[in-house]
């Protein structure tokens, strides 16, 4: 599948070619990350950090835009990551992997006896935030492993450092550096050679030019790590998503779980190709009707519609998790979703901030949500955690105030502009730094 990459320097998203010269500047990454994100996970590149063009606090031009993207998709991050304390922060505000350079190789290589890593930071980094996390990048200029913004090569064989390198990553990373930007096709044989001679997971970049070597690479068993081509339009990733799917295994029906941005599954449909197209279109979740032969939007009739976030493939590409924003019942019974009979979602904290989000848009007559303002909302808080930490005695006790507390606590969340995974994702980071 394709991984789109945001590489930024002086505070823009750029492309260069070869790593050096300017092809593209732009100002949209919010825009950019929230499409990239409907059809896979997002490489986020800090090339000043690669650089070395930080200040003492070893911070760039980017590192504000960076860390306001990083829970905004499934994000991988690098550039200039050289200890581990960088790396567990990046994972701490939100990144799933981060990317490892020139840090993980031994720059003053010698001779065939000295180590080919920096092995004693790769086993912290492993310890402190796990090998799963871990993406080591095995860039090479003529096979030879490239270094400090690829501005140097090492004395080490990419090949042979990337045997040693995936005994420290779940995945390695490989760019053809005199390819990359060029628009002139990968080397294909290159990173046929690295697929051979490893068995982590393998991301290709550097010059792919075109739908077809991405499916090519696909057979071979490697993911895409798309820039050039992408920002100028010389792929889409619809296509490239799609077509990256095995559909002679699924004989042309691919499954789609349709499942809630809280994690709840609420239905299994078949898509073929023409219904991808019109969900990605529409970003509204289509299905083909086996029964009737036919496309079918979901809530075409009822209006209880999916509305896509993204799509996700699975590691054998046969089967496609949906994650939506239901709006309705999803069962054409009237069931919230297909494998219960409740008629409404079951009751969390972001539906029930969805409610009170309502309550406030579209005040009821008699609504007590609408009521409060922002002294007395505060009021109450005051007052329930009081009758929680005082008054509650028994069991059925603690479970009323508390249910009154959190209520008046997301109305207040509300107010302040705060919604609950903003304070998920606070607890996340606080769980990963430790």
């Known amino acids: 599948m394709v991984i789109s990459s945001i590489d930024m320097k002086d505070g823009h998203v750029v ?13 949209d990454a919010d825009a950019l990350i929230n499409d990239f994100n409907k059809y896979g996970e997002v490489a986020i590149i800090d090339l000043d950090a690669a650089m070395r063009h930080t200040d003492e606090k070893g911070n760039t031009a980017n590192t504000k835009l960076l860390k306001s993207l990083l829970r905004k998709a499934n994000v991988r991050v690098g550039g200039g990551i050289r200890d581990v304390k960088k790396a567990r922060e990046l994972i701490s505000l939100g990144a799933e992997k981060v990317i490892i350079g020139s840090a993980a190789w031994n720059a003053e290589r010698k001779s065939e006896s000295d180590p ?4 004693e930071f790769l086993e912290e980094l492993n310890k402190t935030i796990g090998k799963q996390r871990v993406i080591i990048s095995v860039d090479a200029i003529n096979g030879m492993i490239a270094l400090k913004g690829w501005t140097e090569t090492a004395n080490i064989k990419m090949i042979d450092g990337a045997k040693e390198a995936e005994k420290y990553a779940s995945e ?3 760019t053809c550096v005199e390819k990359e930007g060029c628009m002139q096709g990968t080397d294909m044989g290159m990173v046929k050679e690295l697929r051979d001679a490893v068995k982590c997971r393998v991301v290709a970049a550097g010059g792919v030019n075109s739908l077809e070597q991405i499916v090519e690479l696909e057979r071979m068993g490697c993911d895409v790590q798309l820039g050039m081509a992408l920002y100028t339009g010389k792929v889409g990733l619809k296509e ?9 295994k699924v004989n042309g029906m691919v499954p789609v779980i349709a499942q809630s941005t809280s994690g709840e599954v609420l239905m299994m449909g078949y898509s073929n190709k023409e219904a991808l197209e019109k969900t990605f279109d529409t970003e509204k979740l289509t299905f083909f009707s086996r029964t009737r032969n036919t496309l079918w939007t979901k809530g075409e009739t009822s209006g209880n519609f999916l509305k896509v976030v993204k799509l996700r493939a699975d590691c054998d590409r046969d089967t ?20 219960s009979s409740e008629a409404i979602a079951k ?11 309502e309550r406030f848009a579209n005040p009821r007559p008699g609504s007590y949500t609408a009521t409060l303002n922002d002294k007395r909302v505060r ?15 028994t069991k059925e006790d603690f479970i009323w105030e508390t249910a009154d507390l959190l209520y008046f606590m997301s109305v207040l969340l509300y107010k302040e502009g705060v919604n609950w995974q903003d304070i998920y994702n606070e607890l996340d980071r606080r769980h990963k730094e430790k």
């Open 240 to 248: 490239s998503f799609i077509n990256c799917l095995d559909w002679e």
């Open 116 to 119: 080919i890593l920096n092995v």
């Open 347 to 357: 009751s969390n904290m972001e539906r029930l901030y969805e409610v009170i989000s």
């Open 379 to 393: 009021e109450k808080i005051m007052e329930e955690a009081e009758e929680l930490t005082d008054d509650a005695e």
């Open 172 to 174: 390695l990373l490989f």
């Open 15 to 27: 492309q260069l070619k070869n790593g050096k010269d300017l092809v593209l500047q732009r100002d």
């Open 320 to 339: 496609i998790l949906a994650t939506v924003e239901p709006h309705g019942p999803t069962c054409h019974t009237g069931s919230w979703n297909c494998f």
